[in-house]
Nanobody, 117 residues
Framework: VQLQASGGGLVQAGDSLRLSCAVS????????VGWFRRPPGKEVELVAT???????TISDSVKGRFGVSRANAKNTVYLQMNDLKPEDTAVYYC????????????WGQGTLVTVSS
């Protein structure tokens, strides 16, 4: 099982960015995928999740600016980030959990997003 996050980079405040999480070895029809981030010097925090039935949750800190979606045929989950702010600067990770499992237990390498003011 592998998850690979990509799409990070250096952007200016107000810009948009779309992160991709390429998944292999599992089916998005039976796994939920979450996006997490670790800001510099801070703990990992949940950003968004999307479940196998397409239900999604968005953290209050990014609600209205971020959205999560998936393309089952491409085995890819996306995190669309709009109106980025300097406080969104972080390493972003995607992780997966199988239906019936409580915690996200399959993690990929992160991708760095830096938002300049």
């Amino acid at each position: 099982v592998q998850l690979q996050a990509s799409g990070g980079g250096l952007v200016q405040a107000g810009d948009s960015l779309r992160l991709s999480c390429a998944v292999s070895g599992i089916s998005l029809r039976t796994y939920a995928v979450g996006w997490f981030r670790r800001p510099p010097g801070k703990e990992v925090e949940l950003v968004a999740t999307i479940d196998w039935w397409d239900g999604d949750t968005i953290s209050d800190s990014v609600k209205g600016r971020f959205g999560v979606s998936r393309a089952n045929a491409k085995n890819t989950v996306y995190l669309q980030m709009n109106d980025l702010k300097p406080e969104d600067t972080a390493v972003y990770y995607c992780a997966a959990r199988k239906q019936g499992v409580v915690h996200f237990n399959v993690w990929g390498q992160g991708t760095l997003v830096t938002v300049s003011s």
